[in-house]
């Protein structure tokens, strides 16, 4: 018998769920007396959501407000990730002046952006230019922008330049030639990443609400604070119709444009219907003009910058008295239990359900809810029954993820050739362990190295459940912004930004291992 | 052919598939004693691997009775799988677990008979080391290959550790859908004489089979057309006109 102990691929998927161990010895304490009830009559509403007229308008203009902003902040992070993804490509640089560097440089810079989540650059706006629509979107298109950059640039890169070089060879102009030869094997690419990302400016959308930015989410935060379960849900099931309508139009159009899914952005192939592909794309533009307007964005108004106040003289002591370690520490125990749990539980409720035919419609409804449902108000939700700290924050972030996972699992699952689970079942084992060894096998690596990113966004994230309290670094930053205490909030950003960065790194290696392995 | 015998490992009586355009079976009746083996023949979209879709309970039939060893499919899940649990199936394309090593996928075929702890421990430890080293030795393989990934092995030492996996379940009815296909002449002769050395009794073995040459260490042989059963007897009663009418005149398989 060898001595070491190696886990094999489907185990190791079901490895972060032992994260339960932990949360069940440490769960019951945090337990308060509390609002059961709340809690109950919150469950009981989602059947018997309001349907008076005057909440469904005002819903409806609310849910107009955050598609609007969703649409314009994804269209807005489009156009910038289009620039400046080739501004930071190697392959383009080298084309037109013969050195990689700049590109390298460029790069490095939109780091700063990308680490930075989208709550803060909307708070951060929010004290620069004061109350207006136009935040929001700028919030979503700043870091969204730099995201896609980043991954346009990545895909430039690895695409191969032999065909870039006949044409320049045969004296074709560099930037005809960069059209020429990249252009077409790098829009299927760019739609499919693009649609995704419209699904996550449309969550992102409806998180700034919730933090007062408008729309939709302000609606919902303002009805459970005042324990309106009846009109939350009115609301929740009207986005989550949204929701699922975009994922299934999106998906829709992926599969007649066949472009590759989420993440698989290396195949290349010249699109049959770059046409259809660039028409919609043209469609977009007048459609953003019209929401802009309609939402009332108003450009000349974002330059007028109001006064901060006491940036020149911070209180760099008190800063460095904030209790830093505590602070990081919170921050990166928040993420892990969080990611554990998001990583951890959708193969786990899979396999648990496995028997049961219909549950697998269950748990794909849980999980739409999951990923519309904002964290916070998760947390907030959460708060009846259960003390604030970081596990309930943990259990918040956790659950949304869930909903991102395990739609991509579940995805998966159905994408994989059924043939070893068949095998298994006919051998006479049981529905879930034909799942354990016959599906999950194959998709562990990938589905771990899915997840290894996914912890990197969960870091980011960690920001939005700060309201709950005492979850580190997210909850110091939204303290320090009330109070308007700017270098605090520049030492947190910095400190965020920082960790972001490193747990990029980190991820990013874990990502190659797991797929190296494979 | 009457029912078979209440002993009988597998009975098919009067089983109809149905299908898009014709039927896949009609009326199609076949009893497997304990021990006995039997060649199935026939065209390609004759209906033989639907015959073993029926046989392994992949596919209920519209009409007719499946008996395993005497005992209608169950109703209750457990008992179901129990059923199953004793029929083995060598696939064509074998299905062996690539992300596994050998060891596991030979363990992979006890998870019927194994509780959570020892399936989960499976993909932990090395479980019953000696007994799926004996299984790969029946199958002329090194025990040493336990600890290989399945993605190391060559084609032919696959198609042995997808046959040593078979033991490992210790099935009474071996089924295999034309096993030997993609397989070259003294591999397959080599194969077929492994395999047929386990199908003794109490287990029997009905195997698909593309080419009447390699008939001989069968007792039976049955020959489907169109759905139908043409003829069931010894393999010495299979003759050139009989296998001519099989295949439609054309010429079985290319004979090397």
Not at chain 1, 233 to 242: D, H, I, M, T
Not at chain 1, 272 to 294: F, Q
Not at chain 2, 34 to 57: D, I, M, Y
């Amino acid at each position: 018998m060898r001595d070491t102990l190696k886990p094999a691929a489907p185990l190791l998927m079901l490895l972060p769920a032992l994260v339960l161990v932990p949360l069940a010895v440490l769960l019951p304490p945090l337990l308060h007396g509390g609002g059961w009830e709340l809690i109950g009559s919150f469950a009981l509403a989602a059947v018997t959501p309001s349907l008076d007229p005057v909440v469904l308008a005002s819903l409806l203009k609310g849910l107009g407000v955050t598609v609007g902003m969703a649409l314009l902040g994804w269209a807005g992070s489009l156009v910038l990730g289009l620039l400046l993804g080739v501004a930071s490509s190697r392959t383009v640089w080298r084309t037109l002046t013969g050195s990689g560097v700049p590109a390298e440089l460029i790069r490095r810079l939109l780091a700063l952006p990308r680490a930075i989540h989208e709550l803060i650059w909307g708070l951060l706006l929010l004290q620069l230019v004061g109350l207006q629509p136009a935040v929001a979107v700028l919030a979503i298109a700043l870091p969204f922008g730099a995201l896609v950059a980043r991954v346009l640039s990545d895909l430039l890169d690895a695409l191969p330049t032999t065909g870039l070089e006949a044409l320049r060879a045969a004296g074709a102009p560099a930037p005809a030639a960069l059209l020429t030869a990249l252009g077409p094997a790098l829009l299927p690419g760019v739609l499919s990443y693009g649609g995704y990302r419209l699904e996550c400016a449309l969550r992102s959308a409806t998180l700034l609400g919730v933090f007062g930015l408008g729309g939709l989410g302000t609606d919902l935060k303002l009805t459970l604070q005042s324990l309106q379960f009846h009109e939350l849900w009115s609301g929740l099931w009207l986005l989550l119709a949204v929701m699922l309508a975009l994922e299934a139009g999106i998906s829709l159009l992926r599969r007649r444009w066949l472009v590759p899914g989420r993440f698989v952005l290396a195949r290349r192939g010249v699109g049959e219907r770059s046409r259809e592909m660039l028409l919609a794309l043209a469609a977009l533009l007048p459609l953003c003009a019209l929401v802009g307007r309609g939402l009332g964005v108003d450009p000349a108004a974002l330059l007028n910058w109001q006064p901060l106040p006491g940036l020149g003289g911070g209180d760099w002591a008190t800063t460095a008295a904030l209790p830093w370690p505590r602070l990081v520490g919170g921050t990166l125990l928040l993420t892990v239990l969080a990611a554990c749990l998001a990583v951890g539980l959708a193969p786990l409720l899979l396999l648990v359900v496995a028997p049961v035919g219909w549950a697998r419609q269950g748990l794909r409804l849980l999980w739409a809810l999951g990923r519309l449902w904002p964290p916070p108000l998760t947390a907030l939700l959460l708060l009846f029954v259960l003390q604030p700290g970081v596990i309930t924050a943990a259990l918040a972030l956790g659950f949304h993820n869930l909903g991102v996972l395990g739609r991509l699992l579940l995805e998966s699952v159905d994408a994989t050739d059924p043939a070893a689970e068949e095998a298994m079942a006919c051998g006479g084992s049981g529905p879930r362990l034909a799942l354990l060894y016959g599906r999950f096998s194959a998709l562990a690596r990938p589905y771990l190295a899915y997840g290894a990113y996914r912890a990197d966004v969960i870091l980011r994230e960690s920001v939005v459940v700060g309201l709950v309290g005492a979850t580190g670094l997210g909850s110091q930053l939204l303290e320090s912004l009330s109070s308007f205490a700017w270098d605090q909030l520049l030492a947190l950003v910095a400190v965020y930004a920082l960790l972001t960065l490193a747990g990029e790194d980190l991820s990013d290696r874990a990502r190659h291992r797991w797929l190296r392995a494979a | 052919m009457a029912a078979g015998p209440p002993t009988a490992v597998l009975a098919l009586r009067g089983i109809c598939v149905r299908g898009r355009e014709r039927p896949r079976l009609e009326d199609v009746d076949l009893s497997l004693g304990p021990g006995e083996r039997v060649a199935l023949l026939g065209a390609s979209g004759a209906g033989k691997s639907t015959l073993l879709a029926v046989a392994n309970g992949l596919l209920a039939p519209a009409a007719g009775t499946v008996l395993w060893e005497g005992q209608a499919p169950a109703r209750s899940r457990r008992g179901r799988r129990r059923q199953q649990a004793r029929i083995g199936t060598l696939w064509q394309d074998l299905r062996l677990i690539e992300e596994l090593t050998v060891q596991q996928n030979l363990n992979a075929a006890r998870l019927a008979r194994w509780g959570w702890p020892r399936a989960l421990l499976n993909l932990l430890l090395p479980l019953d080391t000696d007994a799926c080293a004996a299984a790969l030795r029946a199958m002329d393989l090194d025990p040493a290959l336990l600890e290989q990934p399945v993605t190391a092995l060559s084609g032919g030492q696959r198609q042995r550790v997808a046959m040593a996996r078979l033991l490992r379940q210790e099935p009474t009815l071996l089924l295999a859908d034309e096993p030997l296909a993609s397989l070259d002449p003294r591999l397959a002769g080599e194969l077929l004489a492994l395999l047929l050395a386990q199908a003794a009794a109490p287990r029997a073995l009905l195997l698909s089979l593309h080419r009447p040459d390699l008939l001989d260490g069968f007792d039976r042989a049955v020959g489907l057309k169109d759905g139908r059963v043409l003829f069931d007897g010894p393999v010495g009663q299979v003759s050139e006109a009989l296998l001519a009418d099989l295949y439609g005149g054309t010429p079985p398989c290319e004979t090397p």
